[in-house]
C-alpha cells in the first residue's frame, strides 16, 4: 500500500511540481491550495504526511497544522518556508511541526526529509495498541510463543527489517525468537544486544557499513539483565525518547515472559521434591502398620498350625502373603 502525502500550498506552480514530483517517489499524493479541502481529506482519510506551506492566505500553515492535529494528532507536518522565514518555521516546530524545509528545494533534499520524517514516524505509531497486545501475550504463559509473538509485533511496529530476541544462557547470548528478514550478520545485533544489557538501557547504534541502524532494549528480570530485545533497519536514523520507550515496552514483555517461566520451573521443581518428601513419609507411615500386620498374621498362622485346622492356616498364610507384596 502507498503512503499517503497531503500538500497544500497556494501557489498553484509549486504545487503542481511538488505533486508530480512525489507522485514519481512512489507515494499517493493529495494536493490542494485550499485549507478547507485539507481539512476535508484528513477527515476522509488518514496520512502519513502533511507537507504545508507556511504563508498561506487566508489561513496560514501555522493555524492549518494545529487544526489537522485536531483531525489527525499524529500527523507528521513538514512546514515549507523561504528563507526569510525561517525563525517562524522553528517556531512552528516548537508548536508540533515535525520539521521544516525551506524553497527553493532540491529533489535529494526533499526526498531525505520526507524519508526521515516517515521513518521515525513509524517508531511512534500506535503505542497504546501495542501496550495491550504486549500485556495480553505475557499473560499466555507459553514463552516461546510469547516471545515469538512479541518479536512480529515489534517488526510490524516499527518496519524494522528484522527483530532478534536473545536470552541469556549460562553467559552466552542464545537468539530464542526472530521475525523479519534473516540477519546480514548476527555480531552485529549481538554486540548491540551485549552494549544494551550493559548499560541497562535501550540504545541505538549506527550501523557504518550499511548506512542503517539497529536498536536494542535489555530484557529486565528480578535478577539483572536475561537478554535484549533487537531490531534492524536500513534507515539511518536517531531514535527519540519516545522511540526507545516503545521498545523498552516490547522487551518488558518478553522479559515477563521468560521471568513466568523461570518461576513456573522453580514452583514445578519444589513441587517435585515436595511430593518426593511427601511419598517417603507416606511410606514410612504405611510400612509400619504392615510389618505389624504380618507378624500378627505369621502367628496366627502358627496357632493355627498347632491347632491343627489347615483350612484356617492356609488362609492365614495367604493374609501373610499379601502383606510381604504390598
Known sequence: MKQKILVVDDDAAILEVLEMRLSAMGFDVA???????????VEASRFDLALLDLRMVPTDGMRLM???????????VVI?????????????VRRGAFDYITKPFVNDELRAKIARTLATRRWARDRERLLTVGQALASSGVMARVLDSVA?????????????????????????????????SWERLEAAASAAMDKGVPLAVSDGADGGTIVASPLVVQHGPAGALVIETSVRLEPGDDDLELL???????AIAIRNTHDLERLRSGAVAALGRMATQVAHEVKNPLAGLRLYAH???????????????????????????L
Open 152 to 184: 512480529q509485533a515489534t517488526v510490524e511496529a516499527t518496519d524494522a527489517d528484522r527483530c532478534v530476541v536473545f536470552q541469556l544462557e549460562r553467559g552466552a547470548l542464545v537468539p530464542m525468537a526472530s521475525a523479519g528478514s534473516p540477519p546480514p
Open 248 to 254: 523498552a515496552l516490547f522487551s518488558s514483555q518478553a
Open 299 to 325: 502367628h496366627l498362622e502358627q496357632r493355627l498350625a498347632r491347632a491343627g485346622d489347615a483350612e484356617a492356616k492356609e488362609l492365614a498364610g495367604k493374609i501373610a502373603g499379601t502383606v510381604d507384596d
Open 80 to 92: 515549507m518556508t523561504a528563507h526569510g522565514t525561517i525563525q517562524t518555521a522553528v517556531e512552528a
Open 66 to 76: 494545529e487544526a489537522l492535529h485536531q483531525r489527525q494528532p499524529r500527523l507528521p
Open 31 to 41: 494536493a490542494t491550495s485550499d485549507p478547507r479541502k485539507a481539512l476535508e481529506a
